[in-house]
């Protein structure tokens, strides 16, 4: 496609003539099938985290993480406290459907509602949640509210460039890789080069159809197993 040129013959971005700035994510509860997000709440939801996180057998969840681990429950949930009262990263718990217990977090950051442009960080899955179809619902539950409730126009994913499965968790997911971005954090007395990845408001519908069908009650057999991978509904979409 040619560029757009300006009357002086500079080359200019898409007119974007209806746009207005967009609500900033709200302490919202939103229900799925398999969990629901609940905004962040200490009295609520640390006992179940920590019990949750305290299933693992060591440490290394918390290793590409801004804070943790955490020696016993009231360092949690003086965390937590202090998390659940900020509005930028707003922090949702996921609660199982079937257990009724909080099992992990993330939050909406770095949120910028005059360009439309908002952040999924502070992922923090326990062994309950990982690779589960929780996980993956949860993901999309806060997509699809940042994209099809909020309008926005962009979805962003950032890690530590090191963190080879956060890295493919944000491309089975649909986000693209866009590069890495070098000495950009410091944290834990070491130096963070973040990896950059994104979904666009052009690209949701692709990327939110192939989670709703991957994650419909058709993909799952009676003992809850995928019969297609989210990658192999994505690939069957796009042939």
């Known amino acids: 496609m040619p560029a757009r040129l300006n009357a002086h013959g500079q080359p200019i971005g898409s007119p974007l003539p209806d746009w207005t700035p967009r609500p900033g994510p709200a302490r919202v509860t939103l229900d799925g099938r398999f969990c629901r997000l609940e905004p962040l709440d200490a009295d609520r939801h640390a006992d179940d985290?920590?019990?949750?996180?305290?299933?693992?057998?060591?440490?290394?969840?918390?290793?590409?993480?801004?804070?943790?681990?955490?020696?016993?429950?009231?360092?949690y949930r003086s965390w937590v406290t202090t998390a659940a009262r900020a509005d930028d990263p707003l922090h949702?718990?996921?609660?199982?459907?079937?257990?009724g217990k909080a099992v992990g977090t993330l939050a909406l950051m770095r949120q910028d509602p005059s360009n439309g442009v908002v952040e999924v960080g502070s992922v923090s899955f326990s062994p309950q949640?990982?690779?589960?179809?929780?996980?993956?619902?949860?993901?999309?539950?806060?997509?699809s509210y940042a994209f099809d409730e909020l309008g926005y126009r962009r979805y962003e994913w950032k890690c530590d460039s090191l963190n080879e499965p956060s890295r493919r968790a944000a491309q089975r997911l649909g986000f693209t890789f866009e590069g890495v971005f070098r000495q950009a954090v410091v944290y834990k007395g070491r130096n963070r080069d973040t990896a950059w990845f994104s979904i666009l408001d052009a690209e949701w519908p692709q990327v939110g159809k192939a989670l709703r069908e991957w994650l419909s009650p058709?993909?799952?057999?009676?003992?809850?197993?995928?019969?297609?991978?989210?990658?192999?509904?994505?690939?069957?979409?796009?042939?």
């Open 218 to 239: 058709d993909n799952f057999d009676p003992a809850g197993r995928q019969r297609r991978s989210l990658s192999e509904v994505r690939a069957s979409a796009a042939g």
């Open 92 to 99: 949702y718990a996921v609660v199982d459907g079937r257990s």
């Open 129 to 143: 949640l990982k690779q589960t179809p929780v996980s993956t619902e949860a993901q999309f539950l806060l997509m």
């Open 49 to 75: 985290l920590h019990a949750a996180f305290a299933l693992a057998a060591d440490g290394r969840d918390w290793t590409y993480m801004t804070v943790g681990p955490f020696n016993d429950l009231a360092a």
